[in-house]
């Protein structure tokens, strides 16, 4: 976080150095001011929303100033980086998580987009060819619960920033997104460190326990992550041939985790959908 000058009111303009994906990003006293994109008419909406509903653990739209930036309220806490320091991987994180997106989806779910919504996307997605694999949409889900876009406080998750990628989803699509990340549906060589023999099935389950998902969810959730990798294959792919920040992140590994992740996931889905149902792998419910 480096200053870079003051605004009119006398505020520091600090840079916030996040993932690196979107320039531009500065806090000034108790505000973010962030580019104004296509979608953000869109996502202001939806925030107020959010906090009409009663879910607080989201950034405020508060408009767009005047260099034509948008304006949202500064949530305090800490968001952690990769790799994953050692004290995010308890199952007291999970069960936090899982208990923030639900409450965050129960929000979510009684709000009808605009017409002529518009959402973001990652460059190139329009071109990857495949339909999209999360089904008929239930709700705006966040879609990128990457650790860069969880806040914490206290050394648990608290609030939900960034959702430059929400759109119309379904429940167990952003759950899935969540357990990518968090759980993590990774092979362990690309887990980071307090993560790498940690038991993987046992902790979906206490996500889903957390979060309460449904038997339906339960038996669905492999074959959904499964489909949900390989197409951010796909995605980050077509990214790399289009933008230079996520051919950076191609070339740093996206390349190879990916396909890691796929096969990791056709591996332990037997496992991790056993555990999920209470049941034996090889005993069909």
Not at 5 to 10: A, H, Q
Not at 34 to 52: D, E, G
Not at 120 to 139: F, S, T, Y
Not at 188 to 214: E, N, Q, S
Request: hydrophobic share 40%.
């Amino acid at each position: 976080m480096t200053e870079t000058g003051s605004d009119r009111d006398g505020f520091t303009e600090e840079q916030l150095v996040g993932e690196g994906v979107t320039a531009g990003i500065v806090r000034i006293g108790d505000t973010v001011r962030r580019p104004v994109r296509s979608f953000t008419t869109t996502i202001h909406a939806f925030l107020a929303h959010l906090h009409s509903a009663g879910f607080t653990a989201a950034p405020v739209p508060l408009g767009i100033d005047e260099q034509g930036r948008e304006i949202l309220s500064f949530i305090p806490g800490d968001v952690p980086r990769q790799p994953l320091p050692a004290e995010t991987a308890t199952e007291e994180v999970l069960i936090a998580l899982a208990q923030l997106i639900r409450a965050f989806h129960d929000a979510a779910s009684g709000w009808m987009p605009p017409p002529g919504a518009v959402w973001g996307g990652l460059p190139g997605a329009h071109v990857v060819g495949l339909d999209p694999v999360n089904g008929e949409a239930e709700l705006v889900g966040h879609r990128d619960y990457c650790p860069g876009n969880i806040v914490f406080r206290e050394g648990l998750p608290a609030a939900l920033i960034d959702f430059d990628l929400a759109k119309p989803t379904t429940r167990l699509y952003d759950i899935a997104n969540a357990l990518y990340w968090w759980a993590p549906l990774l092979h362990k060589l690309d887990r980071a460190p307090a993560f790498t023999d940690l038991d993987i099935p046992r902790r979906v389950t206490v996500f889903a326990d957390a979060y309460g998902m449904t038997d339906r969810q339960r038996q669905d959730l492999v074959p959904l992550a499964s489909r949900m990798v390989h197409r951010f294959h796909l995605t980050a792919r077509a990214a790399a041939d289009l933008d230079p920040v996520f051919r950076h992140f191609w070339e740093a590994g996206t390349k190879d985790r990916m396909p890691r992740a796929e096969a990791w996931i056709v591996q332990e889905g037997p496992d991790i959908t056993a555990r999920l149902t209470h049941l034996t792998p090889d005993r069909p419910r």
